[in-house]
């Protein structure tokens, strides 16, 4: 992809490691209070003054994590500041910075590292969260990205994984399995397009389920929509690898075993038909999928009439004993073992 | 390296990636007291109360940063932490914690991980920070680390490489040159080693060096030295690229000339002998070396008493008025401008 396109390219050598940096990111201001200082010294300082400091990191690499020939830089960098917010915001907490670190072969030129940095622009904007560190090398080969997200909460406000009690709700925010999908649509359109580079492929189908993959949204609004409705989850997770492996994931750090209604399970109706043209079940889709980045959290009855008219929430189960095991309760009624099937990059 | 050892080999994938991290992670416990939640929830929670909170990262990519043919496992996870600790205590800040992430090729057994994660935990046990999280994947090829360090600092502790004044001496501790003495030792070793594999080198005139190389130390113990003799620097930066680039940052930052001292640069004999063994003029190694994890800061000159009897601090030179900039004094007394030749990956 790079390679094809006509345009300027600059070799990154000519910058050098500190040139290079300094001109990614020049255009970045600070916009939170509690950045004190900084890209520009050796460490950035930050002042969260009585509130608590939430700290994330994640690694995304090109051929595992990503595909160059589909995902457009300005989107990569966009959807790496997304993965790591979503896990602030799966505190509870409020995103403040991220530092971005990015290794990449001499075959990019100066132009698509810009690309990656508008994306990473874009979302600090948007988020409002403040770029403050982050470190620029060479690969040996293809493009790595290591994020940092950094958040504050008040101490009370904060929700873990290991809350959820007996009977609270399961409540999830959007729908979900659209990312998935969506990447396999893109992966068979780059198929047909290795075989015929002439053929312009129509996506308009599957705009909904594309953009999912390709430029997904951490829930921070879903944070903001919780603290006014006055609803703190019990427990909270986000959805990168799929629902089953973080119901599990929920079920075993609470202790506690849930019920999940197949048909409770919130699908956009492009997935319900993009899963039946590639022949698969979109309930293992939903299960399986991942990358959604949705917000799956638990709470208290006593505030599901708080919850229940908001579109942007559904109730797709309830916790129970431990011993009763996270279970799948399908449309007929029986009732299947949750496994977690959920991605691996190994 | 990692295929010639008779060694038990468990494949990455037997355990995949929940698996992994809660395996290479049981053995962290944590310490500091403002360590809330470490790993096991979607972000890690820290509490440093009133106190900055002070962030730096940095990227390590296998055949750019480091080559596994002659870097020991352990002593790479122990220096992936130092390199970053580095930058905390060039904050004069104290580290607290930090995050690993790690992505490995299937050519890495999980014995090979669990060695890293070793040289990770020595260096947490010895500096007193905390591993609070991370991120652990395959990689298309090698080996690629990412390290937080976080670190608290009182705002009136602080120092940032602005605040060097004119006539201000410059500093810097212990020795400078050894660890990339260290590296030529290794590369041309390791190139006897592939004529010849029965060879068994002799490093015991080098070790001093080597040792630079493959195990340094981040100097918190100058930190808290400082803070003893009631010396606060007026700016600091560690040397990681070389003394030359270093001088220039704070030069550059801090809007100031400098006057650095051909025969004040403190050397090794062992960094002596090599030089004249690799027929490299020591200054320049000292000049362009890099990664010898030092601090070299600047203090009033009010302040030199406090600091004239210790052995480990050298007064270098002195700043001067900006339009002087930045120069070498030679052993022969003439003026020569120095230039950033540090180290750069592109």
Chains 1, 2 share one sequence.
């Not at 019920?259 to 043209?277: G, H, M, N, Q, R």
């Amino acid at each position: 992809m790079l390679e094809d396109k006509e345009q300027s390219r600059t070799p990154l050598e000519q910058l050098g490691e500190f040139g290079l940096i300094t001109h990614l990111t020049k255009d970045f201001k600070l916009v939170q209070e509690s950045s004190v200082k900084g890209i520009g010294d050796d460490a950035a300082v930050l002042d969260h003054k009585n509130q608590k400091t939430v700290v994330s990191t994640d690694l995304l690499i090109e051929g595992v994590h990503f595909n160059l020939a589909y995902m457009p830089l300005k989107h990569l960098g966009y959807k790496s500041v997304m993965v790591n917010l979503s896990d602030i915001y799966a505190m509870n907490a409020t995103a403040t910075q991220i530092t971005v670190s990015l290794a990449v072969s001499n075959r990019f030129p100066l132009e698509a590292l810009e690309e990656f940095y508008a994306g990473v622009a874009t979302a600090c904007k948007i988020y409002g969260v403040d770029l403050i560190g982050g470190d620029t090398t060479s690969s040996t080969k293809g493009m790595l990205i290591s994020v940092t997200a950094i958040g504050v909460a008040q101490e009370e406000q904060l929700v873990y994984r290991n809350g959820a009690k007996e009977n609270d709700l399961l409540v999830v925010s959007g729908d979900i399995g659209g990312a998935y999908l969506g990447l396999q649509v893109l992966e068979r359109e780059n198929e047909v397009f290795k075989v015929n580079p002439q053929n312009q492929p129509d996506l308009d189908a599957y705009s909904y389920i594309v953009e999912r993959q390709l430029k997904p949204e951490a829930r921070k609004d879903i944070v903001e929509l919780l603290a006014k409705l006055e609803v703190k989850p019990t427990a909270m997770i986000d959805i990168s690898d799929g629902l089953s492996s973080e119901i599990l994931h929920l079920c075993q750090n609470s202790n506690v075993g849930c019920d999940l209604y197949e048909d409770k399970i919130p699908l956009d109706p492009t997935v319900i038909a993009t899963s039946e043209e590639f022949k698969m079940d979109s309930t293992m889709i939903a299960l399986s999928g991942g990358e959604d980045y949705e917000l799956l959290f638990t709470i208290d009855q006593k505030d599901f009439p708080k919850i229940k008219a908001n579109p942007n929430l559904t109730v797709i189960g309830h916790m129970t004993e431990k011993s009763m095991g996270a279970q799948l309760v399908t449309r007929s009624g029986a009732k299947m073992e949750l496994k977690a099937q959920g991605w691996n990059s190994f």
